[in-house]
Every structure is written in structure tokens, then in C-alpha cells.
Nanobody
Framework: QVQLVESGGGLVQSGGSLRLSCAASGSIFSIIAMGWYRQAPGKQRELVATINSGHSVNYADAVKGRFTISRDNAQNTAYLQMNSLKPEDTAVYYC??????????????WGQGTQVTVSS
């Protein structure tokens, strides 16, 4: 089994900052990529940022220049530094990990989600 535990969400004023963390544990052979997605009320889940094992990153246009994703491979942990937050960033943020549990078996895993609320 694989577990993803997220932390760092909360309530912040517009223009403020938050840092999310996601720690993966369990039967992990190797992690291909980790990422953050978000889902606002009444909307579909959308990609925020991803980072692969080589630390190549990808961002949604809406967060470019404001959010930074990073990863600690030794700790199987990913981070999302969110600066200049806007009310439209309000959502439940989910961590995702695509990983191998054995040399030939991989799957996608999700955290339980952490609420980020940005007040105007």
C-alpha cells in the first residue's frame, strides 16, 4: 500500500503565501512524478504543477510565476510554494504520485486533499 499525506493548507489573505507538503510512504519502488491538482466547488479537478524524477517541472498557466513545485527524492516528498495568492486559487489541493510499487507495476496515487482558502 502507498499513502500520500498532505499538509500546509489553510486560510490566507489575498497576496499571501502558503506552502503545501506531500509525503509519500509505503510500498514504493521508485517515483516517476509527483504533482498537485486542485478542485474548486462546482468545477473539475485541474492540474496545478508537476515535477518528475529529473526535476523537470510543468505549471498551469494560471499559476506560472506565482507557484513553485519542488521535490526531495530522498524523502519522497513534494512541496508547493504558493505566493501572491488570489481568491480564485481557493480550492481543495490534492497531491498525486505516479510511482512503481515493483520493477514492472506502476499506478497513480492520491492524497486526501487539503483546503486552501484565499480571502479578498
Amino acid at each position: 500500500q502507498v499513502q500520500l499525506v498532505e499538509s500546509g493548507g489553510g486560510l490566507v489573505q489575498s497576496g499571501g503565501s502558503l506552502r503545501l507538503s506531500c509525503a509519500a510512504s509505503g510500498s514504493i519502488f521508485s517515483i516517476i512524478a509527483m504533482g498537485w491538482y486542485r478542485q474548486a466547488p462546482g468545477k473539475q479537478r485541474e492540474l496545478v504543477a508537476t515535477i518528475n524524477s529529473g526535476h523537470s517541472v510543468n505549471y498551469a498557466d494560471a499559476v506560472k510565476g506565482r507557484f513553485t513545485i519542488s521535490r526531495d527524492n530522498a524523502q519522497n516528498t513534494a512541496y508547493l510554494q504558493m505566493n501572491s495568492l488570489k481568491p480564485e486559487d481557493t480550492a481543495v489541493y490534492y497531491c498525486n504520485a505516479r510511482l512503481y510499487t515493483s520493477i514492472s507495476s506502476w499506478d497513480d496515487y492520491w492524497g486526501q486533499g487539503t483546503q486552501v482558502t484565499v480571502s479578498s
